[in-house]
């Protein structure tokens, strides 16, 4: 079964745990927490109090997506603040294996993102040591944009890549995920799918859900 990560970022914020709940009751079994530093990418997004908070909103797997320059500063209290999985981008990172051993050393699976001009050989030498690798699919910063179709071909290089090494990465998509694109992505090698503004935007949460996770255009 695919993974369903709802991206909050897309949620109405005044009634944000009555949104995060009904993403649970619609099946998505991670939410997608966008960290944005105003440096790494050019928007500010929310942090480490919000995490927090919300964190009694629901036994969800907390996916916190950190848009942040030099992201080891962060790790510790990201992990304290509640995620279970801290994705990192490697082109923010100055030593992406000190990021690595760092989250790991608390207890949390490790994500490295990957934006859509990088190249998958910026990825490949840590393959074996993270759990998860997001493809981005727009370029990060902000939510509501289209779908890149040249970022089909680095999912099934790097569906390719983690199958080759005989390992059990997640490979995360995020952006521009909704009916049309959910099968592309899935039949490509992705097995999460981040959602923000279709899932959100959506009259009935639950159906749309059942979408996405299926890969089946309405
Ligand atoms: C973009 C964020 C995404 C965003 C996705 O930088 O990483 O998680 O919320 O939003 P949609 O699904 O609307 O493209
Ligand atoms: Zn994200």
Known sequence: MNILAPSILSADFTILGQQIKETEAAGAQYLHFDVMDGIFVPSISFGLPVLKSIRKASKQVYDVHLMIEEPIRYIEQF????????TFHVEAASDSREV????RSLGKK????????????AVVPYLEHID???????????????????????????RERVSSLG?????????GINDKTASIVLNAG????????????????????AVLREGKSC
Not at 100 to 103: E, L, R, S, T, V
Not at 144 to 156: A, N
Request: hydrophobic content about 45%.
């Open 79 to 86: 992990a304290e603040s509640g995620a279970d999985i801290i």
């Open 100 to 103: 690595i051993d760092k989250i």
């Open 110 to 121: 490790v994500g490295l993102a990957i934006k859509p001009k990088t190249p998958v050989e």
């Open 132 to 158: 998860m690798l997001l493809v981005m699919t727009v370029e990060p910063g902000f939510g509501g944009q289209s779908f890149m179709p040249e970022t089909v071909d680095k999912i099934r290089k790097i």
């Open 167 to 175: 390992i059990e990465a997640d490979i995360e998509v995020d952006g």
């Open 190 to 209: 992705a097995n999460v799918l981040v959602s923000g503004s279709y899932l959100f935007k959506s009259d009935d949460m639950k159906a749309a859900a």
